[in-house]
């Protein structure tokens, strides 16, 4: 089981993005992602997601929000379970990452990027600022097959 982190940084109607573009052997090469990645020895998540920003963005959290857990099953990779979260306040002046181009998106662009079927599901989560959820997606190659959201089959409906 592989434990991680995700973080949108928020700012007047955007979020900033991380279009995966440089990494070797990246899973998410050419998507656009908000920031974030795996637990280090001894990391909580607060932890792991404070360093990770740190790191690919230069910016060092001041205020979150813990949104949700996301759980991923995939035929080609282990299963992760993704804390996710959102800020609004932050120090520090914004870096290039080494992972990929960061890219400050208005949220109603979002949707025109390439990513995950299953990012789609939690940022409208997001957006809408549903209180805090399990979300459990599964994957067979990039397909989405099955989303449950809090116990409750939703792929094919309207959240």
Known sequence: MIMTTL??????????MLHRTKKQNDLNAEKWIGVGGKFEK???????????VL???????????????????????????????????WTGTQKECDEGELAWIDKQRLFDLTMWEGDRIFLKLLDTDAPFF???????????VEAVLDGEEILNKTI
């Open 7 to 16: 973080c949108y940084l928020e700012r007047n109607g955007q979020y900033l």
């Open 42 to 52: 001894g990391e909580s998540p607060e932890d792991c997601m404070r360093r990770e």
């Open 55 to 89: 790191e690919e963005t230069g910016l060092s959290i001041t205020r979150h929000r813990y949104r949700g857990i996301v759980t991923f099953i995939a035929d080609d990779y282990p299963a992760e379970y993704m804390h996710l979260y959102t800020c609004t306040d």
């Open 134 to 144: 399990s979300l459990k997606l599964v994957y067979q190659g990039e397909h989405l």
